[in-house]
């Protein structure tokens, strides 16, 4: 199907600012202190986040796309991700809050005319409004490790929002059979997916099991009660190492008083909701658990199988429920929530086999290494993916409450290092359904 030009254009120039709103949100409701105080090694300030949404539209949209000249040049250098690890950034020489407000600011102002004036066709960068869809993906994930900052801010709450909706309709089998056989994985044909997305590709899984919700805090914590954090039989060996040397009994932000859990969120305390997806564990603790359960984490495959593969028509859907983008009915994304909704919402956004919250919520951990598809090709260049190929990241899959509906489909991949537990991520278990399970 074609899309005319105005419609690209409006849709490209819709994810620019809802980009841009959410950005100004999380970087004005804190003093000019906070956005230049580095919270965690882990993360930038927030003000270097800032600098460098704005850069990164200056190098791609004003100058490749519209052939503009450099308005800042200089800045380049400063706010290179690669050059410049996280915890060394606050020793550059950033630019303050106010002229990082200016200086993105001045540059969407002029990207925006570009957008008006240039025609969205006729080169890889520009069919369907690539780039720009490329930038408001990115400003967005920022925006998502900018609000894992806000998280791991240490002060009263300075950002609110209401609670999820109560959407569970009743009790819910614990796992469903996904049945054996081929689909299709990846894409290439959804207009503003990321290189590590292309392309569609045939892949044949056999039979399995797939838990109908991601694992809830409540599940989480008889694995902790049971002991889970003192038994080395549960952990792979890195993993191990990671709790004896950090000392890890619980997912992070929670602590234990007076015989309650609690936790802290966005600079409230509270008791850990049972109901809740388990958040903010790693990769290994994932693991751990699934191990614990006697069973283990789906592959990146059997998840994107479980999310995309309709069994009645074999098709790949964009989504779980269908090729219709996200509503609020459908799933708990761009931040319209503080939290996790509770396991088993979002029924009109189940998959074809009744496997809920796929979409949205938590970023679910598989068992899966970070690697090319068949045919993968790097564009629009090798640092966005290419370089983190290997064994040493994980895949994450589905997005969570934090990701915007531009930066999150059934394709979409997400990675990161298996001992990282700042991220918005939980998981979901799986087992081999066995040799008699149908086609």
Sequence with gaps: MTIDPETLRERAAVA???????????????????LLAQHSPLMSPLVWDLAHIGNQEEQWLLRTVGGRDALRPD????????????????????????????????????????????PLRGDPLLDA???????????QQHDETMLITHQLRRGPAVLGAPDPPVTSDGILPAEVLVPGGPFTMGTSTEPWALD???????????????????????????????GGYDDPRWWAGAGWAQV???????????RQEGGRWLRRRFGVTEPVPPDEPVLHVSWYEADAYARWAGRRLPTEAE?????????????????????????PAHANLGQRHLRPAPVGSYPEGQSP????????????????????YPGFAAFPYREYSEVFFGPAHKVLRGGSFAVD???????????????????FAGFRTARDAGPAAGV
């Design 16 to 34: 620019l600012h809802a980009a841009r709103d959410r950005t100004r949100l999380l970087t004005t409701c804190v003093e000019e202190g906070d």
């Design 75 to 118: 800045l380049d250098s400063v706010y290179d991700a690669f050059a410049h690890p996280r915890a060394a950034r606050p020793s550059l020489p950033l630019l303050g809050p106010a002229e990082a407000h200016g200086y993105a600011g001045e540059v969407r102002g002029r990207v925006l005319d570009i957008l008006a004036r240039t």
């Design 129 to 139: 409004g690539f780039a720009f869809g490329m930038i408001a993906q990115h400003e």
């Design 196 to 226: 590590n997305e292309r392309p569609a590709h045939r892949r044949l899984l056999p039979a399995f099991l797939l838990d109908t919700t991601p694992v809830s805090n409540g599940a989480y914590l008889r694995f902790i009660e049971d």
């Design 244 to 254: 004896r040397e950090h000392g890890l009994r619980a997912p992070l932000f929670w």
């Design 303 to 327: 998840w994107e199988k479980a999310a995309r593969h309709d069994p009645a028509t074999r098709r790949a859907r964009r989504y779980p429920w269908g090729d219709a983008d996200p509503t």
């Design 353 to 372: 086999l009744g496997i809920r919250q796929l979409i949205g919520d938590v970023w679910e951990w598989t068992a899966s290494d970070f690697l090319p």
């Design 405 to 423: 509906p531009v930066a999150c489909r059934g394709t979409f991949r997400n990675w990161d290092l298996p001992v990282r537990r700042q991220i």
